[in-house]
């Protein structure tokens, strides 16, 4: 079982960054691939970043690719979110997920942090 809490959402400006953090527990986090998701109001939740277990490699949904970079530092079971050039469409509950490889990532969830975006 594995325990994941978000933290560091936010209302920012369009154009501004935003920094979210995912503190895991509960089992030896550098076996677990770690991601994040996000959900818009209204609409499904949706991959947006992965890394694999041992942080060699990331993958990231067209839509955030060369503006948000996923990292991990699993000497404190974290897991970050570097969000860059923000845009009113990146306004979603972000959640962060992890699982035993990058495809099952989904296996566990947090509670969500909220992003907001304003124009």
């Known amino acids: 079982q594995v325990q994941l809490v978000e933290s560091g959402g936010g209302l920012v400006q369009a154009g501004g960054s935003l920094r979210l953090s995912c503190a895991a527990s509960g089992r030896t986090f550098s076996s677990y691939a770690g991601g994040w998701f996000r959900q818009a109001p209204g609409k499904e939740r949706k991959f947006v970043a992965v890394i694999r277990g041992n942080g060699d490699s990331t993958y990231y949904a067209d839509s955030v690719k060369g503006r948000f970079t996923i990292s991990r530092d699993n000497a404190k079971n974290m897991v970050y979110l570097n969000m860059n050039s923000l845009k009113p469409e990146d306004t979603a509950v972000y959640y962060c997920?992890?699982?035993?490889?990058?495809?099952?990532?989904?296996?566990?969830w947090g509670q969500g942090t909220q992003v907001t975006v304003s124009s």
């Open positions: 997920g992890a699982g035993p490889r990058c495809d099952l990532v989904h296996k566990y």
